[in-house]
């Protein structure tokens, strides 16, 4: 397989978007970033040695998982080798020749959207567009010149493209993150170990499925609990191919290495029809 052609980090959108900004948590202020169209582009950029490094939103606190995220990483199966949280501050952003009063039209991400609704309640005469990204819409509105519109986006969208921030953490819920994986290509993840230590709390996380027969996911689930395995995370998947057949994502509280997880990944192998391990990383504060 080719070496790497690029040290960047691969995410999905537009510069300054929230993905970047875990980026830059995970990887340090100074990474170089590739911003990717689509999920799958961030992927295939890792997997064909485009990026060094990918970084994928999982899960929102309010919006739920990123099902589409969960399926690519089973398809191209690339480990997981660490995970951080970004609390979600949504900003109302504008050219900084445009005044609030004069916002008849707001472009976003629909969820970042959906996650405004008090802030659209309170000012009935903004129309909602919704648009592919939040950081795209507000390098859409600067360079298109849009004098009667804004966009809901971070601050650092704001820093990139010259923006005014009119109206700051217009979001419904303030308790709201969004938990990222940062991802490698399998022979990178095998020459840097992240190495134990007792001040640092493990989690792994694995996708599997079951025969469909009463009681299977009850004795695969087992498996964790008779070791004592505290488990933070399950989410079914649809199995393709196989009508009305699930795969199980799941996360717990250890390393993968360890006795009582070697014990209990040997039991769910002995019943489970797929098994495999995505990764085994330091917990996210």
Known sequence: MSRPKSRAAAFQGARG?????????????????????????????LKEGRAEGAVVPIENTLAGSVHENYDHLLNFELP????????????????????????????SHPVALNQCLDFFSRNPQIERIPFYDTAGSVKMIVEEGLTDAGAIASSVAAEIYGGRILRKSIESDRQNFTRFFLLRRPEYARRHPVPAGAHVHWKTSLVFSTRNIPGALFRA?????????????????????????????LDFLGRADTPNAKNALNHLREIADILRVLGCYPRGA
Do not use: M
């Open 80 to 107: 997981i080798v660490a995970e951080t949280s970004v609390r979600i501050v949504h900003n109302l952003i504008a050219r900084k020749d445009v005044h609030f009063p004069e916002i008849k039209r707001v472009f």
């Open 221 to 249: 689930l087992s498996a964790f609990a008779l070791r004592d395995l505290n488990l933070t995370k399950i989410e079914s998947r649809p199995l393709r191919g196989r009508p009305w057949e699930y795969l199980f994502y």
């Open 17 to 45: 978007a929230f993905s970047e900004e875990a980026a830059r948590k995970l990887l340090g202020q100074g990474v170089e970033v590739l911003p990717c169209e689509r999920f799958e582009d961030v992927f295939r950029s």
